[in-house]
């Protein structure tokens, strides 16, 4: 199974500028509000496909605030087009893929299509799938059947 890269904290740093502002750590009596620098994504930036991949990454994992709920599959479809292929190819939503409705083989091949797509950082959970039923095997002998 592929290996991808932890994601810096600080990743942002790579970014280019339009991809989101650097918020200073405050000092002094405001120190409480943000006691260390934090990232604020520019997403109608990230959102438009022009965005490095880096700047994806950091916004989607390095963001101070949640990432909006759309931008997940807008990600998937404008940066990771292979990725994206495979889940229409098999007509599957991305709500379910990302759910995890679906075939574990192919939920593991889009995660790390998808991953390999945005500079091979670990943006998606990958499963190994191969691993993981040895690993039941060993454990109870069988693979279970449930009727």
Request: aromatic content about 10%.
């Amino acid at each position: 199974m592929t290996t991808f890269m932890q994601i810096p904290w600080n990743l942002y740093h790579s970014a280019e500028p339009e991809a989101g502002e650097i918020l200073p750590a405050l000092t002094g009596r405001w120190k409480r509000s943000r006691p260390v620098e934090q990232f604020d994504p520019n997403w109608s930036y990230i959102l438009t496909g022009n965005a490095s991949t880096v700047s994806v990454v950091a916004a989607l994992h390095c963001g101070h605030a949640d990432v909006p709920e759309h931008a997940w599959s807008q990600v998937l479809r404008l940066y990771c087009p292979a990725a994206w292929r495979l889940l229409t190819d098999a007509g599957i939503s991305f709500e379910r893929w990302n759910l995890g409705r679906c075939d574990a083989v192919l939920c593991a091949r889009v995660a790390a299509t998808a991953n390999t797509e945005l500079g091979g950082y670990a943006v998606f959970a990958v499963m190994d799938v191969p691993a993981a039923v040895a690993e039941v095997v060993a454990t109870l002998g069988s693979v279970p059947t449930f009727t």
